[in-house]
T-cell receptor
Framework: AQSVAQPEDQVNVAEGNPLTVKCTYS??????LFWYVQYPNRGLQFLLK??????LVKGSYGFDAEFNKSQTSFHLKKPSALVSDSALYFC???????????????FGKGTKLSVIP | NAGVTQTPKFRVLKTGQSMTLLCAQD?????MYWYRQDPGMGLRLIHY???????AKGEVPDGYNVSRLKKQNFLLGLESAAPSQTSVYFC?????????????FGSGTQLSVL
């Protein structure tokens, strides 16, 4: 089955330290990968996406993500965490729905990031 | 620019009652989606639409119906609510069909079924 996995339910990091939120994927063919962020009582917001090209993708709010084909990973990174980065982060991958001929996003279970002052 | 608007924001139902959730987008997007979000399970796709007058089943469609009579609106209906449908519901829209375009989400509807 085509899917993404986020192995950590929660990540705690001190303010100013680098942060990594992990994501691995399982798809056939070339993956389309995404990161979304959800702040409390809000809908999800797009951070960045990888479709093709450079393995390092730059996104919003100072976040980057590194695509690693050999490890089937797409980890989200930021060099210096802010308290305001505390939120729920979702990795997603494009999958094809049989019969409809269309592509949809399948989301991971989410990782709660807490940045400690 | 309002983006994606969901109504209502909160609702409490009794088992067996029916209700409709409304999603409206003002970005002229072709694609619209309904997701549910449950703790520890992430987001799961209920139904989606690739254009006005079309709908399709997602990952967890049972117990829900949808309609897309106008391009800007996507309605999610619960005909006979069950406690298992207690969840936070998100509507989203996008302007493409190849899956490379980003989704724009509403702020959610928190539904409790007693």
């Amino acid at each position: 089955a085509q899917s993404v996995a986020q192995p950590e339910d929660q990540v705690n990091v001190a303010e100013g330290n680098p942060l990594t939120v992990k994501c691995t994927y399982s798809v056939s063919g070339n993956p389309y990968l995404f990161w979304y962020v959800q702040y409390p009582n809000r809908g999800l917001q797009f951070l960045l996406k990888y479709i093709t090209g450079d393995n390092l993708v730059k996104g919003s709010y100072g976040f980057d993500a590194e695509f690693n084909k050999s490890q089937t990973s797409f980890h989200l990174k930021k060099p210096s965490a802010l308290v305001s980065d505390s939120a729920l982060y979702f990795c997603a991958v494009r999958v094809r729905y049989s019969g409809a001929g269309s592509y949809q996003l399948t989301f991971g279970k989410g990782t709660k990031l807490s940045v400690i002052p | 620019n309002a983006g994606v608007t969901q109504t209502p924001k909160f609702r409490v139902l009794k088992t067996g009652q029916s209700m409709t959730l409304l999603c409206a987008q003002d970005m002229n997007h072709e694609y619209m989606y309904w997701y549910r979000q449950d703790p520890g399970m992430g987001l799961r796709l209920i139904h989606y639409s690739v254009g006005e007058g079309t709908t399709a089943k997602g990952e967890v469609p049972d117990g829900y119906n949808v309609s897309r009579l106008k391009k800007q609106n996507f309605l999610l209906g619960l005909e006979s609510a069950a406690p298992s449908q207690t969840s936070v519901y998100f509507c989203a829209s996008s302007d493409g069909y190849r899956g490379g375009e980003k989704l724009f989400f509403g702020s959610g509807t928190q539904l409790s079924v007693l």
